[in-house]
């Protein structure tokens, strides 16, 4: 099982967004950090110490939440039989709004896209730049609600980023972050 790799599923990814299972904490960053690169034993070890172990990955795979990522040891029938039980599971998203709702529906619509893009760009950008040292940063990431929250994430971000990576590759995701903030470049 520690050389599996786990992705998440449809409804894992709208668990993280709609918080309506209510997981226990420790459960909840676990499928935070599950992004189909890890393996077990990688997450394992970065998880101990809150408590994190084997009977945690069956739970959410259990939930629906995640599934086994692609050349790990389930075999394909039983991937395919996961993935459709976790897509009838998942809850359906209107990917535009109504045209005969409210201008102020609207608004609230456009904020919305805004925060789950902001949600997108910062889990994306964390994983690929940061790697398992940005999981305290993901937190962040998951408790915030509003585009200030987004705000007072970028400028921890783009330092660690720095640090990490380097002063272009800061450079070119603050012209991405202040884009999506719309914040002047």
Known sequence: MEQNIYMKTAAGLAEIQARQMRLHPRTRSLLV???????VAELLDT?????????????????????????????????SEAAGETAAAAPRLSASPDPSEPEATHETSSAHQQMRALYAFFNDHIRDALGLRGFMMQLQVEKAESIAD????????????????????????????????????
């Open 33 to 39: 950090l599950i992004d189909g690169k890890h393996s």
């Open 47 to 79: 998880l101990a110490g809150i408590g994190i172990r084997d009977s945690s990955f069956d739970e959410l795979a259990q939930l629906g939440l995640i599934s086994l990522a692609a050349g790990s040891t389930q075999t394909a029938s039983t991937m």
């Open 150 to 185: 987004y705000h007072a994430i970028r400028d921890q971000f783009l330092s660690a980023v720095r640090k990490s990576k380097g002063e272009m590759a800061a450079a070119a995701l603050q012209v991405k972050v202040d884009r999506l903030l719309g914040a002047s470049a």
